[in-house]
């Protein structure tokens, strides 16, 4: 490839600027990185570079608490006018239950990052072939939910419902103090991961596992982590609705970056196709 005055003759014979082509070149290689499962090493190292930059938004938005409760209004109202607005009901009824809410917090802090990881973990060792269509959905989803919580900040239902409805006011969950609120943005509530990551996870489940106990578990996860997130008060419908949205996106993002990669890394013997048996024992 030959550089002439800031030109980049390209092995077709066309000359592009050379900024262009840099550009295309990274993408080009970004594509063929993300095509093929890597050793485990590399690919924590990238989870966890994302989720680094991920939690750096709370410093970003965290000083934005009127215009975020104002967003948690407009949800409020929107939901209102469509008949969709049941968070408090939600949230009242799983607090008649003694210890219910308690638990479902739990469940709230633990699910979303555990079953998430353990997932990946699970593609990566047993489905090779269809790791990376789900790790670069995830990879993107994450990346638009940060454009979400830049540009549109919201206050999670616990935070501004009570204004509302004040019978639901001393909602116990709170995450925001000591080490943990080092890992949390009480703001980030549009898109909701937690049901956007839940959905990646049920898909994930329900295609890539034979077994049909596994498959309908796969289907009734993402309705189970949504009552958790609205029983607890840390989303609203709207929230999980835009999560969805912020999954189809991903999802067809994905398809586009790998489609006709070569799967080189895929067909080799270290990291061949899962075989029927496998697919069978789960």
Do not use: C, K
Request: hydrophobic letters at 55%; proline letters at 6%; glycine letters at 8%.
């Amino acid at each position: 490839m030959a550089v002439m005055a800031g030109l980049v003759t390209e092995p077709n014979g066309r000359m592009a600027p050379a900024p262009i082509s840099a550009f295309v070149q990274a993408v080009s290689r970004a594509r063929s990185w993300l095509s093929v499962r890597h050793s485990l090493p590399a690919e924590l190292l990238l989870v966890v570079g994302l989720y680094a930059l991920y939690e750096s938004t709370r410093g970003v938005v965290a000083g934005h608490s009127n215009v975020a409760l104002q967003h948690a209004d407009d949800i409020v109202s929107i939901e209102r006018s469509l008949h969709l607005f049941v968070e408090a009901s939600v949230e009242r009824s799983a607090a008649r239950l003694s210890g219910l809410t308690s638990a479902l917090e739990v469940l709230y802090l633990s699910l979303h990052l555990a079953l998430t990881g353990l997932l990946l973990l699970w593609l990566h060792q047993r489905r090779p072939s269809a790791y990376p269509f789900f790790r670069t959905t995830l990879l993107l989803a994450s990346g638009v939910a940060l454009i979400g919580y830049l540009v549109f900040p919201t206050a999670p239902p616990r935070l501004s419902i009570t204004s509302l409805d004040p019978s639901l006011s001393g909602v116990p969950l709170n995450i925001n103090r000591g080490l943990v609120s080092g890992l949390y943005n009480p703001y980030a509530a549009v898109p909701s991961m937690h049901a956007a990551y839940a959905l990646v996870v049920g898909a994930a489940l329900f295609l890539q596992v034979s077994n049909w106990g596994i498959r309908l578990l796969g289907l009734a996860y993402p309705v189970f982590v949504v009552l958790v997130i609205v029983a607890t008060g840390n989303h609203f419908l709207f929230d999980v609705g835009v999560g969805a949205f912020v999954d189809v996106l991903a999802a067809a993002g994905a398809a586009f970056l790998l489609r006709g990669i070569p799967r080189r890394a895929a067909n080799s013997p270290a990291l061949r196709v899962a075989t029927i048996a496998d697919r069978t024992a789960l």
